[in-house]
């Protein structure tokens, strides 16, 4: 393609939109005839409203360009669509023309202020949050090993009581103590009684070992329960300072600054543009939905089609004229396999209607074969559902025709997905950056905020902790 842009037909801009990986413009552009010169003087309200193209888009086609042809005359993009990233942008004019005078604070709002951000620079201090995520992980730990401790308690309980009996035993007559004489006896008793205090340690260490675990588990407990006061009174503080501030700032007084202005102007922007990427994203996630089930009912189609003994013929080759034409009981279609094709009929006609809807959604899908997608909706093995036998030349020839039809469509579907997953994460990447710049213009502002009432406090405004 020619690296000078003027002379461009309208199809060389579609293939540097598609060299972009933006081909869901590609429609927009073709249906406003959109060449090279054209390319080069359009305005971003002909970009954003005529072409329906967000601002990240913009940037990307006119960074494009420059790289393609240094030195090319492109209109450039205004500060109103491109927020600056500047920490300091330049303040604005006041609307009023006149100097901006900052209102006073009263000091009861001041003296609130303070005892917010007091609270929470000690709360943060504590390190609250990190201290309470610990513990409910000690907490997780105790508890899982809470049961096995109570369990070998028991199991332990369960053996010396085994022994004990044992122990018993031995006291009651039986005829062995006769013939076995005393000396055998009382061996087999001191065995059997150190047994037993073996078996009454082991459940002393076990229920030493389980209430052990039970203390400390109610002591972490405790430490929990408090860490996680003290993390929703932090939780607590911030959002009480945040209303605050937000009560301060609405002050009409304040509606002249230009700080605050420039800031609240592109946040605004930035939340209307993500809106936009946003609707984008549902759009094609829709659309992707719909094409999945047009695809998996095209690979039920054929899954179908290849059950039956007339395509088992046809892909080997083999030639279907005598052998359809056999009597009853030779490879005549059966009912079964007429069911079978009417089934594979139904889905492909189904799937071309999911095409067809992500069509509507979504007009710049890349398959544009009409009469493909057409003849599926009408289906295309209807001819083979007509009565009679099959075995001539032209039924090979209308199976085969509609084996390439349903060919064509299941490639055309896996094209429109793999064209509309990449148009789709772009998108997302569109809106995560917006959000991103979005954030970090918000926390801009509340700095800014927090910066004035920390100097009209006459304190350390400078701390980033007490911002946060």
């Not at 389980?210 to 959002?239: C, H, M, P, Y």
Request: hydrophobic share 40%; glycine share 6%; net charge neutral.
């Amino acid at each position: 393609m020619s690296t000078n842009v003027k002379n461009w037909t309208v199809e060389d801009v579609t293939k540097f939109l598609v060299g972009l990986q933006l081909e869901a413009l590609v429609g927009g552009f073709r249906t406003n005839a959109v060449n090279g010169k054209d390319l080069l003087e359009l305005s971003d309200e002909d970009f954003t409203i005529d072409l329906k193209c967000t601002h990240i888009q913009v940037r990307k086609i006119r960074k494009a360009l420059e790289e393609l042809a240094p030195g090319l005359q492109i209109a450039s993009l205004p500060s109103s669509a491109a927020p600056s990233t500047d920490k300091n942008p330049l303040p604005a004019q006041c609307p009023t023309g006149k100097p901006f005078i900052k209102p006073a604070f009263r000091p009861e709002v001041i003296e609130e202020y303070k005892s917010l951000r007091s609270i929470i620079a000690d709360f943060e201090g504590q390190q609250v949050q990190a201290a309470a995520a610990a513990t409910r992980q000690h907490l997780q730990q105790l508890a899982a090993q809470q049961r096995p401790g109570h369990e070998r308690a028991r199991a332990a309980e369960a053996a010396q009581a085994e022994a004990q009996k044992k122990v018993e035993k031995l006291d009651h007559w039986y005829p062995g103590k006769i013939i076995l004489g005393k000396s055998h006896q009382e061996e087999k008793h001191h065995e059997r009684e150190e047994s037993l205090k073996a078996a009454v340690a082991a459940t002393r260490q076990a229920e030493k070992q389980a209430a052990q675990i039970d203390f400390e588990l109610a002591a972490v407990q405790n430490e929990a329960n408090a860490l996680t006061a003290k993390v929703n009174q932090l939780g607590q503080a911030r959002s009480s300072r945040a209303a605050l501030v937000d009560r301060i700032f609405s002050d009409p007084g304040w509606a002249s600054d230009p700080t605050l202005s420039t800031l609240r102007a592109t946040i605004q922007d930035l939340e209307r543009k993500a809106i936009e990427a946003c609707s984008h994203t549902d759009t094609y996630k829709r659309a992707r939905d719909i094409l999945l089930s047009s695809r998996n009912k095209i690979n039920q189609a054929v899954g179908a089609l290849r059950r039956t003994r007339m395509m088992g013929f046809f892909e080997m080759g083999m030639d279907l004229g005598s052998p359809f034409r056999r009597p009853a009981g030779g490879l005549m279609m059966d009912i079964g396999e007429m069911m079978m094709i009417e089934q594979a009929n139904e889905l492909i006609k189904s799937a071309a209607q999911d095409f067809m809807a992500a069509k509507q959604l979504l007009p710049a899908l890349p398959f544009q074969n009409e009469a493909v997608v057409n003849s599926a909706r009408m289906g295309v093995f209807v001819s083979m559902l007509a009565p009679g036998f099959f075995g001539n030349v032209m039924q090979q020839m209308m199976i085969q025709k509609s084996m390439e039809t349903v060919k064509q469509m299941e490639n055309g579907v896996q094209q429109c997905l793999d064209w509309g997953q990449r148009n789709l994460d772009a998108f997302t990447m569109d809106v995560n950056q917006l959000r991103a710049t979005e954030a970090a213009k918000q926390a801009e502002m509340v700095e800014y905020q927090h910066s004035q009432l920390d100097a009209a406090a006459g304190t350390f405004g400078g701390e980033m902790s007490l911002r946060q």
